[in-house]
Each structure stands twice: as C-alpha cells, then as structure tokens.
C-alpha cells in the first residue's frame, strides 16, 4: 500500500482515494483533493540531507513527494532558482530590504516546472498516451517540455490570439499540438473537462494535485535559502492561485514536521480587473466565491476569472493571517519596471507582488519575500510598450511610462556621451 492516499478537502465530504486513482476531483462530491501522507516523516537528519543532494530542485525534497525512490521521474533540472536581494524594490516598497524568489529561472522560465515534472511523472507511471492542459501561456509552455521529456504525445488548449508570442512560441518548438479556442482562458478549462473521461488522456491543469505536490517544494526550497529562518511575509500573484495553494500546504507541512515552528504571512495579490478572489477575501462572511465572467488585465498569466483552486488558496490565507490585495495595471507595470532596474526582470503578473508590497504598509521590521513567477522574456511586447511610452491598459487608457527608457535613435555615437553627461 502507498505511503500517500487522496483526500477531498471539502469539509463535510472528506472523501479518500487511492493515490492512483485517476481523478482530477473528488468523485463523490466534486470538490478539490489534495495529496496527504498516511504516516509522519520523521524529519531529524532531512535538512542535512537536503544541504548535500545534488540535482532537481524539486526531487532532492523526494521524502515529501507521492513516489517510490525507484518511480522513473521526468527532469529538465527544475527549482534551484536564486533568491535575490533587491535593493531597489526594496527602496520602492519603503523598506530597508526585500528579497525576491525568482521561479521564472526554471527550464521553461516560469514556475510552471516545479509542479509539471511531478505531475508528468504521474501521467506516465499510469500510463496515459496524451497529456492535456488549457493554459494563459505558462502552463502550455512547461507541460510542452515536460511532455517531450517524457515522449508524450501533448496537446494544448489556448484562448486564440490572448497568449504571449513567446509563449506560444515555446509549446510549438516542443512539438505540442496547439489548439486555439475562441473564449477566455476559462473557456479553455471548461473544454478540456470533457476530455478526462478518456483512459488514455491525463489532464495536466492546475487542478491536478500532483502539479501542487511539486510546487510546494518551493516553499522547501525557499526555507533553506534562508537558513530556516521563517519571514514574516510572502508575497504571491493570484491567477489561478495553484502558487498560494501549493505554498500554503508546503509551509503547513513544513510546520507539521517540525522542520520550521511558525508559518509566513501568505498575502496574494491579484490585479485589479481579474480579482474575484480579493472580492471574496473583503466580504464579511466569506460564504460565496463569485467568478469574473470578464477578467482584463494586460498582466496575461492573472488573467483568470474563475481560479479552480480558491479553496486551497483560501485555506492558505486564512491558515497562515495573510491577506488579499488588488493593485492596478499602472501599479504593475511600474513596479514591474523597477524590478527591472535591479538587474532581475520578470513578467507583468510577477511584478504584482512588488506593487502590492508597496500597497500593503509593512513594518520594516519584518522581512519580507515577493516570489516572482515568471521570466522577463514571456512577454516582451509588454516590456517595449512600456520603456516606449506607448502601453494601454485594457479599458483603452494610456498607461504613463513612469519609469520609461525608450531606444534614442542617433546619427553618430559621438553624441551618446553628450547625451549620457
Ligand atoms: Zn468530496
């Protein structure tokens, strides 16, 4: 018998499930699963272990993952990403230090990876033939990879025309096929439902809770960096909310074992025309998500109404006393601008979490960490609009290029130092 089950999380279900058993939700009641051990790790030596293992940032935390030691995995080397002091967000947040988690320096240049060699890994070991998944651009691009690795056959579904050139660009050098679908990325997601009757099909969304059992380690990963000291605050985007969620269940296992003795404040921020799950946060009661039937936000990766995994996101907030924030497209893309002037970069919707520390009035006594999701190069369309004054914001606005550094066109690089003086 597996070490691992799958367990409904809706409170009064509760249901479980073989770890193998090829569901995406509960089978009784329709609600998420998440995967949990039988058993507690004993976790004495595992950071000593951890400090000397070589290889995936994701794999040298196997103690915390559904698998055999001899389950073959799919690898491109994911996690290990670096954590940055950022002197000037740092400054820009009114704080006297940040440090920023960049999981846009993964194989595919988002954090997409950390939970698709885990998930891909799954699909083969049960032996499906075609993996699936509707994406904004990242997701596509990952299980593309991922697929390759694994030599399965892969196919994408996108909104048409809504996702990133270069996004785009990498699932098709890795042979996924690409189908584009007229609707929001929602309607892709309600498409691709239809598919998992199929016993050769497995469905790679991020409703799956093996892409979550990979991304958690992140939370792993991030605590050693550290030192094991535990920041008081971090910080995520909120699309899908797949990030919050899977963090959220690293740090409480973390916790459970005893490898650390509190939680971070998890705070996710959402932009502000894509945000029903900041909504949901500012009612009272909290009783009924409503979706977005319209989301718009130039940030492509948040641009999600319907986040499939509120409830784990919620979980994470409300588990750990973070908080849920919107900030707005000029927000994000001057934000976005400066993570730039530190030398990292990121895409739009990473840089959410910089902007909404700004927002969020934190004592510079605590240490904060932003993480940022996604690599520069996703979407440079959005980059080139902005440094050249020229970026508009959903509701036809023109954005101001508060930071801006458009190209000078010359006649002679004599004049460059007169212009530079
Ligand atoms: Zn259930």
């Known amino acids: 018998m597996s070490k691992y089950l799958q367990h409904c999380i809706a409170p009064d279900c509760g249901a479980e499930f073989d770890l193998d058993a090829r569901l995406y939700v509960c089978s009784r009641c329709g609600g998420l699963l998440d995967i949990e051990r039988r058993e507690a790790i004993d976790a004495t030596s595992l950071r000593d272990v951890w400090r000397t293992r070589r290889g995936s940032g994701v794999w040298r935390f196997r103690e915390f993952l559904p698998f055999s030691d001899d389950t073959p995995i799919v690898s491109l080397g994911e996690g290990n990403t670096p954590l940055y002091d950022a002197r000037r967000s740092a400054d820009y947040c009114r704080l006297p230090q940040l440090k920023l988690k960049h999981q846009g320096c993964n194989p595919t240049g988002s954090f997409k990876d950390t939970g698709m060699t885990v998930a891909v890994t799954q ?39 809504q996702v990133s050139h270069a996004k785009l660009a990498q699932a098709l050098d890795y042979g996924a096929k690409v189908f584009e679908v007229e609707g929001n990325f929602d309607t892709c997601m309600d498409q691709i439902r239809e598919l998992a009757e199929d016993e050769s099909v497995y469905l790679v969304n991020s409703i799956n809770p093996f892409r979550i059992e990979g991304q958690k380690t992140v939370a792993f990963e991030l605590m050693e960096q550290l030192e094991w000291r535990v920041p008081d605050h971090l910080v995520v985007p909120g699309g899908n909310l797949g990030n919050s969620s899977a963090f959220g269940k ?18 996710v921020v959402q932009a502000e025309g894509a945000a029903p799950f900041a909504k949901f946060y500012s009612e009272d009661e909290h009783e009924s998500f409503v979706n977005d039937e319209h989301p718009e936000t130039l940030a ?17 907030v409300r588990e750990t006393g973070g908080s849920v924030i919107t900030v707005t497209e000029q927000e994000i893309a001057d934000a976005k601008a400066v993570i730039g002037r530190d030398g990292i970069g990121c895409e739009p919707a990473s840089a959410t979490t910089v902007a909404g520390i700004r927002k969020l009035g934190i004592n510079e006594n605590e240490s904060v960490v932003a993480v940022l999701t996604g690599h ?16 508009i914001a959903p509701d036809g606005t023109a954005l101001a290029s508060t930071f801006g550094n458009a190209p000078i066109r010359i006649q002679s690089v004599k004049s460059v130092a007169d212009i530079l003086r």
């Open 123 to 161: 699909a083969r070991k049960l032996g499906a033939r075609l993996v699936v998944c509707a994406s904004t651009g990242n997701t596509a691009a990952s299980l593309a990879a991922y697929a390759a690795r694994a030599d399965l056959t892969c196919a994408i579904v996108v909104p048409g025309g």
């Open 250 to 267: 690293g740090f409480r296992e973390l916790l459970e074992s005893g490898l650390i003795d509190r939680q971070p404040k998890i705070t």
């Open 300 to 316: 492509s990766a948040i641009k999600i109404g319907a986040p499939v995994s509120w409830q784990k996101a919620w979980r994470a």
């Open 376 to 391: 520069l190069l996703k979407d440079t369309d959005y980059v080139m609009n902005y440094h050249s004054h020229n970026l």
